[in-house]
């Protein structure tokens, strides 16, 4: 399956922004999603999950409240809305899907990627 995540920006703090991860090449509904994010000099980082059903998600404690995971499988899409945002925010934000039926934090255990999209948040 072929991930394209979309939506990034620039956003002044406070502000919002919705983030799109359309999926092609195979139904996004026999995958888990991951959102991550990378800053410049940093490690990518695990932001927030989903399962196939969206029976349950996960956030990062530095996103939880502010950070909403969903998807949409009749689209084949999944969607980060993020509020409230932060500079702390800014950075690459990769989607991705996980053969498992279980919500999973680290990117290795991931098996597709999409490419990235920029978040800007401005102080």
């Known amino acids: 399956v072929q991930l394209q995540a979309s939506g990034g920006g620039l956003v002044q703090a406070g502000g919002s922004l919705r983030l799109s991860c359309a999926a092609s090449?195979?139904?996004?509904?026999?995958?888990?999603m991951g959102w991550f994010r990378q800053a410049l000099g940093k490690e990518r980082e695990f932001v927030a999950g989903?399962?196939?059903?969206?029976?349950?998600?996960l956030y990062a404690d530095s996103v939880k409240g502010r950070f909403t995971v969903s998807r949409d499988n009749a689209k084949n899409t999944g969607y980060l809305q993020m509020n409230s945002l932060k500079p702390e925010d800014t950075g690459e934000y990769y989607c991705?899907?996980?053969?498992?039926?279980?919500?999973?934090?680290?990117?290795?255990?991931?098996?597709?990627w999409g490419q990235g999209t920029l978040v800007t948040v401005s102080s």
């Open positions: 989903i399962t196939w059903s969206s029976s349950n998600t």
């Open positions: 991705a899907a996980i053969s498992s039926t279980l919500l999973r934090r680290f990117p290795h255990e991931y098996d597709y």
């Open positions: 090449g195979g139904p996004l509904s026999r995958y888990g």
